[in-house]
């Protein structure tokens, strides 16, 4: 009677805040009455939508054979898990960042970054156990509701020229900012208890996930920041106290229950599946040189204006002033049109549209606007810029507060203004590092190994790192290793 009483006086308070959208669900896993904006087949439906948008932002990674892995070894825990019906999928995102998360509905995705620091196909299989225990237990549903209930916003907009970055948020987000909700540390003690026991009814050594935690927790430290920089992983997956012993002890107690079972770690079959993975950020999707970001895929240019700093996420650049007076935001909307981006930016923002024309800019159809947004204090101006080349839509918007546009509204439009095509080759042609795997030949300590095969010593503490080791560590005859070449 408690928890009718609790979740009734919750729907009581969805139903004011939400306008009727609230209602209880039984949590598929405890069986116990939650607060739930969503039905399931409205989790079902947000993450189809979810998934469309972070395909769109992010891109998947252009490797079939690594996805087919990847779905058959999900699906082997996804219809084993306590919700064997979803629809499960399984992808690889083309991001460098160390993550995996999932979307409502059975959406499950791990970048290649994360793929680079797996080291075996227990430790995969743990990770994706891990997410699938977001989905089953309804963690990322009940994250969306609780951001229906609060009206939060994500974006990379948002922390910039104060309340207007909340207007200009749904320009950057695409609708993928679900994907990075936080969760709560009792909702990743959850997450970790069932992907224990997914992946030991799949046949793994649980235990494995443990490793990789260890893995995460060193990341920063192999990558220079002397420990100061939180690993992705754990941004969005905050770490348990003792989560590793409780993990360790979990696959212990899951495991008593299959006696006689070999549980399967693979680390062979899973460094086969990796070899040649691109690492880090792949400067044919985009990189800076100099006052130039290039995007290659796309065979285009912009400058950025000296001093400004430039974050970029999926499809979104964020260009931003030293004492943030000015924001230019750059985003690529593929399989759309300059009339489709305008619409949507209008609808998203309410922003009033002041002058509007078209012209033509090295053979692409080109329409430049200027707007204005408001609330009860202030007034801003954003002049937008876009450029149709084929099917995609390069999207300019420079805003500044209405004060400031005489002095800052060259300096804001720069980007805009220096759009161009790329004609430099070795800019066109520039090639990502890869994951290589390699067999050492004779026993010998990790560094002396990389020596052998001439990786570069400013990468070595960090292919130390990818392979779960330290530099000191010996390496027997035999062994596979990754290296980044």
């Known amino acids: 009677m408690n928890k009718l009483w609790y979740c009734l006086r919750g729907v009581a308070l969805a139903v004011v805040v939400a306008m009727g959208l ?11 009455h939650q607060l739930m904006l969503l039905s399931e087949q409205e989790e079902s439906q ?4 979810t998934d469309q948008s972070v395909i769109e932002q992010y891109g998947l990674y252009e490797n079939a054979g690594l996805h087919n892995y990847m779905k058959s070894l999900g699906l082997s825990m996804g219809r084993n898990s306590h919700r064997p019906n979803l629809n499960w999928q399984f992808k690889v995102m083309d991001s460098p960042v160390v993550n995996a998360f999932a979307a409502p509905g059975g959406y499950i995705y791990v970048t290649r970054g994360l793929m680079a620091a797996v080291n075996d196909e227990a430790e995969l299989a743990g990770v994706l156990g891990h997410e699938i225990g977001h989905v089953t237990a309804r963690h990322s549903a009940q994250q969306y509701s609780k951001k229906m209930l609060a009206n939060i916003g994500l974006g990379l907009g948002q922390s910039l020229m104060g309340d207007y970055g909340e207007a200009l948020n749904p320009i950057m ?34 235990g494995r996930m443990a490793d990789f935690f260890i893995t995460l927790q060193r990341q920063s430290v192999a990558e220079g920041s002397k420990g100061a920089r ?33 549980f399967r770690v693979s680390r062979k079959d899973f460094l086969r599946q990796i070899d040649g993975l691109v690492y880090g950020e792949d400067p044919r999707e985009g990189f800076q040189e100099g ?25 979104n650049i964020q260009l931003a002033h030293p004492q943030q007076r000015a924001v230019a935001l750059f985003a690529i909307r593929s399989d759309s049109s300059i009339d489709e981006v305008v619409a949507s930016f209008l609808k998203a923002t309410g922003a009033v549209v002041q002058q509007n024309r078209t012209f033509m800019t090295s053979g692409m159809p080109t329409r430049f606007m200027v707007s204005s947004l408001a609330n ?3 007034r801003a101006v954003v002049v937008s810029k876009l450029f149709q080349k084929g099917r995609h839509v390069f999207a300019f918007h420079g805003l500044t507060d209405e004060a400031d546009f005489d002095e800052m509204s060259e300096l804001m439009q720069q980007p805009a203004q220096g759009f161009s095509l790329i004609s430099d080759q070795a800019m066109l042609n520039r090639q990502p590092q890869r994951v290589l795997v390699k067999t050492v030949s004779k026993t010998a300590s990790m560094e ?11 990468f070595w503490s960090e292919v130390a790192w990818l392979n779960g080791r330290r530099l000191g560590d010996t390496l027997s005859a035999g062994e596979m290793i990754k290296i980044v070449q």
């Open 46 to 49: 947000l993450g189809q939508a």
């Open 376 to 378: 009860a204090e202030q």
């Open 173 to 206: 987000e695409a609708g993928a900012g679900l994907l990075f909700l936080k969760f709560s540390r009792d909702d990743e003690r959850e997450a970790d208890a069932l992907g224990v026991e997914y992946a030991t009814r799949a046949g793994y050594d649980a």
């Open 448 to 458: 002396r190994v990389l020596q052998s095969f001439k990786v570069d010593p400013s």
């Open 22 to 32: 609230a209602g209880c669900a039984i949590n598929p896993v405890t069986g116990e």
């Open 230 to 262: 939180l690993p992705d992983f754990f941004s969005t997956h905050p770490n348990p106290v003792n989560r590793e012993a409780d993990v360790r002890r979990a696959a212990q107690n899951w495991q008593a229950k299959f006696p006689g079972t070999q």
């Open 291 to 315: 006052n130039w970001y290039y995007l290659p895929k796309y065979q285009v240019q912009l400058p950025v204006p000296l001093g400004w700093s430039l974050e970029r996420e999926g499809n």
